[in-house]
């Protein structure tokens, strides 16, 4: 039976809705492949507006990893905006997917990529317009398997009664598995109806169903034990990782929106995973180990992406990119190639060290030196050593005075606030460190006109990292320590006006202390949250801390538990905490241990340099670090 | 100002006719804009670049249909710093782009052509099909009549520079109604009029949905689902005959009369004026 498009009933609508481009479809490099020549139909979700998820890594490579696949059709989806969706439930149009508009709850899965636990309420929209029951235990045969995926699939109990199921790690090889789980089952004839699917995919160890597992509650509120509740569905649920990047060079074709879109420009992973050991980071523990992609095939990707999209500016993207092996032959590599096309390049994410500078440089030949954007994290050198965050504040002066020598005018310092065992003193730190880098700057050029923008944001304590047993600090006291930080930088008359502050109050870092941390008791809050309105929570224009604190309240009036409990409360090392049945790969006693030495100020070295400290990843999954250098140049190619 | 060498002269200019068709209707500007330069980048068409720290390729739009307003008549200039054949780069632009922004014409100037050939100048009025689904042909067949017959039809709307009224009907040469295309297709039984007009160029500009707001002062004709408009051509207008002209003929001729042969670069399926246009097949396929 074949689907029918809703653009026909769609497309007199649009006139009267907010950038109706983006919901069209239609951008170079989509696909759209007829429904009944395929088994597999997967509906790919981003969570949040079409501007913030086209440009989604993940999603565009699951995206044509599925479509190259025959008998395998994948169409994507996004959140609609509000004005959208009341236009939606006017006319009675379901959830669609953009590719041909075909309505989501016709498809075999409907993938949802979680990168932050802001997008859950934007689920809940997308299932409601769908026709999809939220309870995945009201769900019957006739509905999609709702999948999710991502960083925040690492704990994803506080949707775990909304989820069919759930993978943790890199969705490469495992969406590829469970499209071959879907297809047999389907050529069997779908024994066992919707279980007896999920049954299988929870056999492999590899895919969480959340409703095989029963979670038991101590009387203070604590967890008890989460058990399986059926023969056949192992204890725990494995991440996965892809071990050779360089089988697996996606996206080969991005897709090029017509909208406006927050990143324009074409991203090649250069690396996965990340061992500097930075304790706040989540991205950084469960992407372990480090594996490399090799020089020749990132030039070789750089090259196609180009071609394949017209886009002017290449982004190298990792969680620390100046870490590759081989990052300097990359950088004057590519900066050779392009040089004089009007190619730009970037490398987002890189740390505190001259190095850099030479990179920085080579990425900015006859261009503009405008900006260039460090992150120390912590103000004081104390602070530093708690997170792990290996930078002295000679480092960082060294280092900003070699950018300005080079010609670069302003500088951007990334901090966090409510850091575990911080103080006052600690953040006011950041303002000496602010005066000392103009200061350098200053005496390096000889000019007035340097800038220093200090950018600071709440920490939130995420789960699998040594702070998932820390206590968040409350709000109040965060955001009285910014003020105290831009009070001490307003009264400096010598440097004050040079030095630029930028920080969010700390209630919504509350919230998503909430749901990183949160068990499945949390699920009523967010569905309270939704049928109260919530949508967007990443927005600050929609999001609404009195709306959360009131659902939470409501929600959970007849639990021992409160919105404090979950994010203010330090747990023990005995206590069972909601994701302890996924696994990272880290090894739990090397993570306490860790979270005591966090608390000693006592650092650990970075892994791909230094003997192995036992983190347990490489072990466990099986995996190990795969790094360079290959030794090997990129040749010029010719260039049009 | 940076340093390195000055940037590449342009030596020759390329005028193109392009279409926004089907669900790309809803394109703005801006995201015309983009799509073109990275289709110039695609096709490796050697575009030149303004001076500065942040170059931009010099490519130049004359006027643009409202986001949401089909059109088979929008135009562009490239400035090349390579003499290209222009039915080579009609076709290379329009496969770098994305099926519904398609390229339908290119004509090169000379290279020296003076800023009195601007295109712009040419683009005197547009001819517009306006289908209007649900409504009653009699019904519009009405409204039209007293349109016509009025004397000033005075509209109001919000311009850039803050709400406006002026009159719409001095800028109408043509308003008629036009044979429905679909019907007897059986695509569509329900009622429908579509309306053509030609409406000269004006400050402010006058645009269908004015002569929309005119039809609903003069008759109470209100269709009861948004509008879809069609820019069908635009160029000189003959005053005498109320026909359009190609704007890019003046263009060929220069081309021609100085030997080359390289002018006209028509696509395959170019639809002239008045032409039912796939317009309404395509976005209907989608």
Known sequence: MSVESIFPRLEPLLPSVQKPIQYVGGELNSQAKDWDDATVRWALMYPDAYEVGLPNQGVQILYEILNEREGVLAERTYAVWPDMEQVMREHGIPQFTVDSHRPVGAFDVLGVSFSTELGYTNLLTALDLAGIPFEAAERDDSHPIVLAGGHAAFNPEPIADFLDAAVLGDGEEIALAITEVIREWKDEGEPGGRDGLLLRLAETGGVYVPKFYDVEYLPDGRIKRVAPNRPGVPWRVEKHTVMDLDQWPYPKKPLVPLAETVHERFSVEIFRGCTRGCRFCQAGMITRPVRERSITTIG????????????????????????????????????????????????????????????????????????????????????????????????????????????????????????????????????????????????????????????????????????????????????????????????????????????????????????????????????????????????????????????????????????????????????????????????????????????????????????????????????????????????????? | MPEGPAPAPVIQRLRVRYAKRGRLRFTSHRDISRAVERAVRRAGIPVAFSAGFTPHPKISYAGAAATGVASEAEYLEIGLTEPRDPARVRAELDAALPPGLDIVDVVALPAGTGKSSALADRLQASEWRVRLGGVAEGDAAAAVSGFLDAGAVEVERLTKKGRRRFDVRAAVSALELAPDDRRGTGATDAPCAILRMVVRHTTPAVRPDDILTGLRQVADLAPPSPPLVTRLAQGPLDERTGELADPLDPDRETAAAAGDDAGRADGPALPRSGDAVGVDAVSARS
């Open chain 1, 300 to 640: 070789a990707m750089v090259d196609e992406g180009i071609k394949q999209t017209g886009f002017t500016e290449v982004g190298l993207l990792s969680l620390s990119s100046a870490d590759h092996s081989e990052i300097a032959d990359v950088a004057k590599g590519l900066a050779d190639r392009y040089e004089g096309t009007h190619t730009s390049l970037s490398l987002p994410s890189t740390r505190v060290d001259a190095f850099n500078i030479t990179l920085a440089n080579e990425f900015s030949r006859g261009g503009r030196r405008s900006g260039l954007t460090f992150a120390p994290e912590g103000g004081s050198e104390r602070m530093r050593k708690v997170i792990n965050k290996m930078v002295s504040e000679d480092d960082l002066i060294r280092t900003v005075t070699t950018a300005y020598e080079n010609g670069w005018r302003q500088v951007k310092l990334y901090f966090m606030c409510g850091l575990p065992t911080e103080t006052d003193e600690d953040v006011l730190e950041i303002a000496g460190m602010a005066k000392r880098v103009i200061q350098a700057g200053r005496e390096a050029t000889g000019r007035k006109d340097i800038r220093c923008t200090v950018s600071i944001g709440g920490f939130v304590p995420k789960p699998h990292t040594p702070f998932q047993w820390a206590a968040q600090t409350d709000h109040e006291t965060v955001d009285r320590r910014l003020r105290l930080l831009r009070d001490e930088l307003r009264s400096d008359k010598e440097y004050g006006r040079a030095i630029g502050l930028r920080y969010h109050d700390g209630q919504p870092s509350v919230i998503e202390g909430l749901l990183s941390r949160g068990d499945r008791r949390v699920g009523k809050v967010i569905r309270a949250v939704w049928e109260d309105g919530g949508r967007f929570d990443g927005w600050s224009e929609h999001f609404s801390y009195e709306r959360w604190t009131a659902s939470a309240e409501k929600a959970l009036a007849d639990e021992p538990v409160d919105v404090d409990w979950y994010t203010l409360r330090d747990r023990d090392e005995v206590e069972v905490l909601p994701w302890d049945h996924l696994d990272a790969g880290l090894d739990r006693e090397w993570l306490w241990q860790d979270w005591q030495d966090a608390v000693d100020e006592t650092e650990v070295e970075d892994c791909r340099w230094t003997p192995c400290y036992d983190c347990g990843v490489c072990p466990t999954m099986g995996t190990e670090i795969q790094i360079g250098p290959t030794g090997k140049k990129l040749l010029p190619l010719s260039v049009v």
